[in-house]
């Protein structure tokens, strides 16, 4: 294939710090999903929703000050 199987880099990110951040994204949506889905198992929709709204929120800005 040509390049468009490639992650795409902004000027002055070395490669190793852009997997990384992918991982982090890739593992912080499967344990998302998995919580939320037991959340919704035991409460209505409403309060899971809000709860994982806010974890969402603060993965980011973790996120953020990470980079």
């Known amino acids: 294939m040509g390049g468009e199987d490639r992650v795409r880099l902004s ?5 190793p710090l852009a ?3 992918l991982t982090c ?3 912080g ?3 998302g999903g998995l919580l939320l889905g037991f959340l919704m198992k035991r409460w209505d929709i409403k309060l899971p929703t809000v ?3 806010f974890l969402a929120l603060a ?4 996120l953020r ?3």
């Not at 993965?59 to 973790?62: E, K, L, T």
Request: aromatic share 4%; net charge positive; hydrophobic share 50%.
């Open 51 to 53: 709860i994982m709204l």
């Open 65 to 67: 000050h990470r980079v």
């Open 11 to 15: 000027p002055g990110y070395a490669p």
């Open 19 to 21: 997997a990384s951040v």
């Open 59 to 62: 993965g980011v800005d973790r």
């Open 29 to 31: 949506g499967a344990l």
């Open 25 to 27: 994204a890739n593992i």
